[in-house]
Structures are given as structure tokens and as C-alpha cells.
């Protein structure tokens, strides 16, 4: 038989990268939290924080002589909503949240306000509602000013939530599908029957990271086309930049998921391990609101979490079509993340363990 006639053999590597394909595609389970939860958080979140009016402003005024006339200037602003009630119950609907601020006419010429200053809102309340006060005692602003509302996709805050969320599945699927795959193949002893074989622990741990990077490619396609079909998310840079983030967002947490489940031996330790790794970046790497309000003595810190910068990038690309060339930091810091916590993975990796 001649060597043309012999079957073709595949490599190790693309053959358990197929395998892991097969395994992957026949849970339902897993198939759900990977390509449809991540819809469903969009769905949520962009209908939660969806453009809408502004909040009407609650305004309690305290009962008096003056009261009514407080509540005639008052109510010219349609986003207050305000009513007379006597003291101790304005009191008492301030300390339990039901109103934003009371306001009380000591005499024809003076008012005074009673607010929470650490709810936001009180302070808007106070500030709209001294305006309206003052606007008709007599006050008008020797400066004109106008105002223009600007509500075009890209400043809204399903534009800055759909990149972070496209970041978490990165993160996510990097580390637990990786993570979970290794532990679950020692767990039902399958890594010492690949000791037999002449596969090498870079082709088996390649073979994880490829197949979770095929994995990812029709998550991100389905993520950003429900995005802009139901919420006209818009892209303003290049599609090519956003797949090449989308690699190597996926290998970076890739190599931290086989790093960390490289020694695990049972799914609660791996469990604890990965959350361990992903609750800071879930709370500081800016996936559902900006990092930057966090103290800056911290903010050095943030920026070297892995997710930080894959976040950064992909807002920069998705809502500010900034080239890849300009975010050349944050792709060293992924790359570096990445290869390094595959060389260390690669060199405490065991396989009877």
C-alpha cells in the first residue's frame, strides 16, 4: 500500500481539540451559560438602564402660613413632585426614603432645607427646588444659556455595558471551562490514560485553550448582533481589531484557567480557586460601571488586573474606533498574562496528581 493510500492521521492536538468540540456541544447545560446567558444580562441590564426622563424628584414642604406659596414655585418644574404635610411626618418621610428633601418657610424671606447630603438625589432635590423658589420670588439669571440633549448610540449605557459584558464571558469561559474540563477529566481519571499515549502536556493544554477559543467566536458574533439588533449598539472601529481582542482576551484566561486548575484535584477546590481569581475583577475591572470611581491609590492595581485592560480595549475599539496600534500597553499586559501563566501552568502541570 502505498503512502497515498494510508489513512490521515491528525495530529494530537486537533484531535482532542475535536473532542473537546464534541463534549462541548453535547451538554445543553453548558452550551446555555456560554452562548445565551450572556444575551440574557444584556436583555436585563439594557432594559433596567435604559434611556428614560429623568426621575421625578420628591418634595415634601413642611405645613405653614407660607406653605402653599412654596408649593405653587414648586410645582412649575414637572419633575418635582411635592405636597404639604406637617412637620413630624416630613420628618418621618425623609428618614425612610419616601421623599428626596423637606423644605419649611421659617418666614416670608427665608427657607430652609433638610436633606440626606449622601443621597444624590437629596442634593439634586435642593438645588432644583432653590431654583424654582428663587425663580419666583423674583430672580432671573443675567446669563442665558441653552441646552441640547444628545441621546445617539455610543453614550448610553448599554454602549458601555456590552463591551464589559463581552470581557466577563472572555473571563469566564477561559476560566471555567478550562479550568472545569481539567478537573473533570482527573476526576474521572482520564489525564493518567493520556500518560500512555505520546501526547505532550503542551499539546494537551494547547488542545484546551484552542478548543475554548473556538468556543468563543460564535458567543461574541451572537452577543454583538443581538446587541445592535435590539439596542442598536453601534461599532465605530474595526472588526478585525475587535477579533484579534477577542483572541487574545480568550488564550490570556485561557492560561490563567489552566494555571489554576493545573494541581486542583476535586470541582469544590477549583471552585474556590476560580472564584478566588475572578471576584476582584468582577468587582473592579469596570464590567458594569467605570473603575475610575474607585480611589486612585487603587487604580494602579486595577489597571494590572487581567480584565482591566481587555475592558479598556474593547470600549476603545467598539465605541471609539481607536486603532490597536494605540492601545499597544494594554495588549503587552494581555499577551504577558497570558504567556506567562501558560509557562508556569506548562511547568507545575502534572498529570498523575
Not at 49 to 63: A, L, M, W, Y
Not at 69 to 82: F, G, P, S
Not at 178 to 204: C, E, H, N, W, Y
Not at 324 to 340: H, T
Amino acid at each position: 500500500m502505498t503512502s497515498n493510500s494510508k489513512p490521515l492521521r491528525s495530529t494530537a492536538l486537533m484531535q482532542l481539540t475535536l473532542a473537546r468540540l464534541r463534549e462541548f456541544y453535547r451538554q445543553p447545560e453548558a452550551v446555555f451559560w456560554v452562548y445565551f446567558f450572556p444575551i440574557l444580562m444584556v436583555v436585563a441590564l439594557g432594559i433596567a438602564f435604559r434611556n428614560k426622563p429623568v426621575e421625578r424628584i420628591t418634595v415634601d414642604v413642611v405645613s405653614s402660613e407660607h406653605a402653599q406659596t412654596i408649593l405653587d414655585a414648586l410645582q412649575k418644574d414637572e419633575r418635582i413632585v411635592a405636597a404639604i404635610y406637617a412637620a413630624d411626618e416630613c420628618q418621618q418621610r425623609l428618614r425612610t426614603g419616601k421623599s428626596d428633601l423637606t423644605v419649611a418657610a421659617e418666614d416670608e424671606k427665608k427657607v430652609g432645607f433638610t436633606l440626606d447630603p449622601t443621597r444624590p438625589g437629596s442634593v439634586l432635590a435642593q438645588d432644583l427646588s432653590n431654583r424654582m423658589i428663587q425663580e419666583a420670588a423674583g430672580r432671573s439669571d443675567p446669563v442665558p444659556t441653552t441646552t441640547s440633549e444628545v441621546t445617539e448610540p455610543g453614550g448610553r449605557y448599554i454602549d458601555f455595558l456590552v463591551p464589559g459584558l463581552l470581557g466577563m464571558g472572555l473571563m469566564g469561559g477561559g476560566l471555567w471551562g478550562v479550568g472545569f474540563a481539567i478537573v473533570d477529566m482527573r476526576i474521572r481519571k482520564l489525564l493518567k490514560r493520556l500518560v500512555a499515549t505520546p501526547m505532550k502536556k503542551s499539546q494537551f493544554l494547547l488542545g484546551i485553550m484552542f478548543s475554548r477559543l473556538l468556543f468563543m467566536v460564535p458567543e461574541i458574533i451572537l452577543l454583538i448582533a443581538f446587541s445592535w439588533y435590539f439596542f442598536g449598539v453601534q461599532i465605530y472601529g474595526s472588526w478585525l481589531s475587535i477579533g484579534f481582542l477577542v483572541l487574545l482576551g480568550a488564550a490570556e484566561f485561557s492560561g490563567i484557567g489552566l494555571l489554576v486548575a493545573s494541581r486542583a484535584k476535586t470541582m469544590e477546590s477549583v471552585s474556590g480557586l476560580m472564584n478566588l481569581v475572578m471576584l476582584p475583577m468582577w468587582t473592579l475591572s469596570g464590567i458594569f460601571f467605570s473603575y475610575e470611581r474607585f480611589p486612585d491609590i487603587v487604580q494602579p492595581v486595577i489597571k494590572l488586573l487581567p480584565l482591566t485592560p481587555l475592558n479598556d480595549s474593547l470600549r476603545a475599539v467598539m465605541l471609539e474606533g481607536t486603532s490597536l496600534i494605540a492601545l499597544w500597553p494594554q495588549l503587552i499586559l494581555m499577551f504577558l498574562w497570558g504567556a506567562v501563566t501558560f509557562a508556569v501552568a506548562l511547568l507545575v502541570f502534572r498529570w498523575n496528581d
